[in-house]
């Protein structure tokens, strides 16, 4: 099978977003997750393979000739949703903070910024200011509660041999 008649086979996966992945997923197994069964030794032994990833890819393919979900389909709708409910939980938390007087209701957060005040790059969780301000957020919660604050960088009791 040339090259050309592969790409001619697989436009349609591809134009549909599936990776390299996807289409040997989808030549290994079926949409309901069973696996194809092999009663071959070698793929010497296909007597017309263009006919045989056809046959496998056809599976995957509705009657208006539409791809499937895939794997890699899958695996982004769950983060989306996941993303989605940790967002809907983020704010879900807020509220309740709010409501409890924990957290002023006026202070911008990072699920969402203050109009008038946007959130700078040193004022976001991966800014340069974000690990000064981590730190000394430890410190004080370490120190309120009476515990000494362990830095990576101090010189350790240990030997180094364990």
Do not use: C
Not at 117 to 136: H, I, K, L, Y
């Amino acid at each position: 099978m040339t090259a050309r008649y592969l790409r001619w086979l697989l436009k349609p996966f591809f134009l549909a977003g599936a990776t390299a992945h996807d289409v040997l997923h989808a030549l290994d197994v079926r949409p309901d997750d069973s696996r194809w069964t092999y009663t071959w030794s070698s793929t010497n032994e296909i007597r017309h393979v263009p006919g045989w990833v056809r046959h496998r890819l056809e599976s995957w393919t509705g009657h208006d000739g539409r791809v499937r979900p895939l794997p890699s389909h899958r695996a982004a709708a769950d983060t989306a949703q996941r993303r989605a409910a940790q967002e809907a939980r983020k704010h879900e938390w807020r509220a309740r903070a709010v409501a409890t007087g924990i957290v002023d209701a006026s202070a911008p957060w990072v699920g969402q910024p203050d109009a008038a005040n946007p959130p700078a790059a040193a004022q976001t969780s991966t800014g340069a200011g974000a690990v000064e301000r981590g730190v000394a957020l430890a410190r004080r919660l370490l120190q309120a509660r009476g515990l000494p604050m362990i830095s990576p960088f101090s010189r350790s009791r240990w030997p180094r041999s364990i």
